[in-house]
């Protein structure tokens, strides 16, 4: 009771101010499990379409970059060899809107490939998150997305050859330029002249390049996002959806650059040469280097439209709860 008694009337004592500390210590485990325990569950289904319409909007924003990327990847000859030059080769030689060439394939591939791999996603997650989970496991994410992912890939790689031949067609010489008028007309023309084969082609690569692109973006965008969430006092803010964006933009970046390089060359061509073979072809010529070709343009793309991805989808669902009354 003494002792109780001189901390009260001496609070600037030094043995005070250590059982002070040591007992905040002791609380803050406690207050990041009772935070954990209240993570708010959101079971909303959003509409299908949410995915593909913020990629939409994203590409916008991004394609001039995506435009570099594919230019680098395929250089030849004396093509500039860096983003800055490719850049400004492109300004010079056909001017300001050259850097959207192809934006009406990216629009295409996005309403297709990005509204199949969100809206998949999201509604198995859904599905098969247990009742009363606050949310489900990274297994089941990776799972989850991976699946999602494969399936965008082919709902889209027709658009997305069609993206690739446009991105490249003012590059090559007067004599090969293909000369499709949008993304629309690519398809369709490529469907007459080359068959419907044209519309598969590298497929594989690109289901692949898809699914690990929808794993290394979607799966890790929500774990980032719950456990900032759980464990920082953030909460479900802009500050959070851009944090948890810009990492999972740069894991994606790094875990797609080699499937990336393959499927811009494999879709570039009009004929037919096996994977097999073309990455012996790569390997002989620019050494392992050729895996990450690109990397920095692709993450300067892909960061950016990661970002810009996952900011007009919660845009989109803020906006969806507060007109059905859900916002709280």
Same mark, same amino acid.
């Given at each position: 009771m003494?002792?109780?008694?001189?901390?009260?009337?001496?609070?600037?004592?030094p043995? /005070?101010?250590? $059982?002070? %500390?040591t %007992?905040?210590?002791?609380? *803050?485990?406690?207050?990041?499990?009772?935070?954990?325990?209240?993570?708010?569950i959101?079971r909303?289904?959003?509409?299908?379409?949410?995915?593909?319409s913020?990629?939409?909007?994203?590409?916008? /924003?991004t394609?001039?970059?995506?435009?570099? +990327?594919v230019?680098?990847?395929?250089?030849? !000859?004396?093509?500039? *060899?860096?983003?800055?030059? $490719?850049?400004?080769?492109?300004?010079?030689?056909?001017?300001?809107? !050259?850097?959207?060439?192809?934006?009406?394939?990216?629009?295409?591939?996005?309403?297709?490939?990005s $509204? /199949?791999?969100? !809206?998949?996603?999201?509604?198995?997650?859904n599905r098969f998150?247990?009742e !009363?989970?606050?949310?489900p496991?990274?297994?089941?994410l990776?799972?989850?997305?991976?699946?999602?992912?494969f399936?965008?890939?082919?709902?889209g790689?027709?658009a997305?050859?069609?993206?690739?031949r446009?991105?490249?067609d003012?590059?090559?010489?007067?004599?090969?330029?293909?000369?499709?008028?949008n993304?629309?007309?690519?398809m369709f023309?490529?469907l007459?002249?080359?068959?419907?084969?044209?519309?598969?082609?590298?497929?594989?690569?690109?289901?692949?390049?898809? %699914?690990?692109?929808?794993?290394?973006?979607?799966a890790t965008?929500?774990?980032? +996002?719950? /456990?900032?969430m759980?464990?920082?006092p953030?909460?479900d803010?802009?500050?959070?959806?851009?944090?948890s964006?810009?990492?999972?933009?740069?894991?994606? $970046?790094?875990?797609c650059?080699?499937?990336?390089?393959i499927?811009?060359?494999?879709?570039s061509?009009?004929?037919?040469?096996g994977?097999?073979h073309?990455?012996?072809?790569?390997?002989? +010529?620019?050494?392992?280097?050729?895996?990450?070709k690109?990397?920095v343009?692709?993450?300067?793309?892909?960061?950016?439209?990661?970002?810009?991805?996952?900011?007009?989808?919660?845009?989109?669902? +803020?906006?969806?709860?507060?007109?059905?009354?859900?916002?709280?």
């Open positions: 003494q002792s109780v008694t001189m901390a009260q009337a001496n609070p600037n004592d043995s /005070v101010a250590v $059982t002070a %500390a %007992a905040a210590t002791a609380a *803050k485990p406690k207050k990041l499990l009772e935070k954990k325990k209240t993570l708010p959101e909303i289904s959003y509409p299908f379409w949410f995915g593909g913020a990629s939409s909007l994203a590409a916008c /924003v394609h001039p970059l995506d435009l570099v +990327k230019r680098l990847q395929l250089r030849s !000859g004396d093509a500039p *060899k860096n983003m800055s030059g $490719t850049f400004m080769h492109i300004v010079r030689e056909q001017g300001p809107r !050259g850097l959207y060439s192809g934006l009406t394939a990216s629009l295409l591939r996005q309403m297709t490939y $509204t /199949v791999r969100f !809206g998949v996603y999201e509604e198995l997650k998150t247990p !009363g989970s606050a949310k496991s990274l297994p089941l990776i799972g989850l997305s991976t699946f999602s992912g399936l965008g890939g082919i709902s790689n027709a997305d050859v069609t993206n690739v446009m991105q490249q003012a590059a090559l010489p007067a004599a090969q330029r293909r000369g499709y008028k993304g629309l007309d690519g023309r490529m007459r002249e080359e068959g419907v084969k044209s519309w598969f082609r590298g497929v594989w690569p690109n289901s692949t390049r898809a %699914a690990l692109m929808n794993t290394s973006q979607l965008y929500d774990t980032f +996002k719950a /456990v900032l759980m464990y920082t953030l909460g803010t802009i500050t959070t959806h851009f944090a964006s810009l990492l999972a933009g740069f894991m994606a $970046t790094t875990i650059s080699p499937v990336d390089v499927k811009s060359r494999v879709m061509t009009s004929h037919k040469q994977i097999a073309l990455l012996s072809e790569i390997y002989a +010529k620019e050494g392992v280097t050729w895996m990450f690109g990397w343009p692709a993450f300067l793309r892909l960061g950016p439209q990661t970002i810009c991805t996952f900011l007009f989808l919660e845009a989109h669902r +803020k906006v969806y709860r507060k007109f059905k009354g859900l916002e709280n």
